[in-house]
């Protein structure tokens, strides 16, 4: 063995070493969660227009069911998830929908209200703790219980075999470097192949929704997309009055053609 490949050695051996302690040691306390029950508390933290924004949202979809599960923050992150939702992707007919990269599932009340059907989501590293020792998984299972019909699948897309109408991924891993970082080993940086398989569990006339972080990773997706032979349409900047997001984000939308005609739905 060289000098020069200790270091890449021991991040990889160090990395394995982590993830098996990870997904060995499983245990999580229940989380302990406060509810806002009202939104009073919230509004404070908008601008007059972004509560003209909420309300609209709120006479467009149903979000009553948000004050059961969400604190503050997680109320917020909804407010833009479905923003998104509604200003890029418009609407979709659905009655099978996945998310993929879950992690702890705080939006999915945001997912529900936009199609107001059950999700799906899926979560490789499903027990990465929060602060307070809590899985994410544990977090997620809770705000399931929320939401009839949904329900959170830990371990790899690749294991997923099923049809949806709808799918959305939110920052994928389209470089290695974002995979390290948050402590996955190298192995399951397979970009080309969770893209492909997303795809074929697609049915058809459905459609996929992908968010990137910068103009580097939209590149990245393109030329997966173009690797894939995917026909994406790119959204460019996404942007919401409510993003908490320092770094901009950008959107892709593929629609996949149906068999009978060979032409995407509109």
Request: charged residues 25%; hydrophobic residues 35%; positive net charge.
């Amino acid at each position: 063995m060289i000098a020069q490949d200790l270091p890449t050695n021991f991040r990889k051996w160090s990395s394995e070493a982590l993830w098996w302690v990870k997904n060995t040691v499983t245990y999580s306390p229940p989380p302990v969660k406060w509810p806002l029950r009202s939104t009073r508390h919230m509004e404070r933290f908008l601008s007059s227009a972004d509560r003209m924004r909420a309300k609209e949202l709120a006479q467009r979809y149903d979000i009553s069911r948000w004050l059961e599960s969400c604190n503050r923050w997680e109320y917020i992150e909804n407010l833009y998830l479905l923003d998104v939702l509604d200003r890029y992707v418009k609407s979709t007919a659905t009655d099978t929908c996945l998310d993929i990269g879950a992690k702890s599932w705080s939006y999915l009340p945001a997912l529900h209200s936009f199609t107001q059907t059950g999700w799906d989501g899926v979560e490789l590293d499903c027990y990465q703790r929060h602060w307070n020792m809590v899985t994410r998984r544990a977090y997620a299972e809770y705000i399931s219980r929320h939401y009839q019909g949904s329900r959170y699948i830990p371990g790899s897309l690749l294991e997923i075999r099923n049809e949806y109408d709808f799918i959305t991924w939110i920052l994928p891993f389209v470089s290695p470097g974002p995979l390290e970082q948050w402590g996955l080993p190298a192995r399951y940086y397979q970009p080309a192949q969770l893209l492909q398989h997303a795809w074929e569990q697609l049915k058809p006339g459905g459609s996929i929704f992908i968010i990137n972080q910068g103009e580097k990773e939209g590149i990245r997706q393109r030329e997966l997309f173009a690797e894939a032979k995917i026909s994406a349409r790119y959204l460019g900047s996404i942007t919401s009055r409510f993003s908490p997001f320092v770094q901009m984000r950008v959107g892709w939308l593929a629609r996949k053609p149906d068999r009978k005609n060979g032409l995407s739905k509109r």
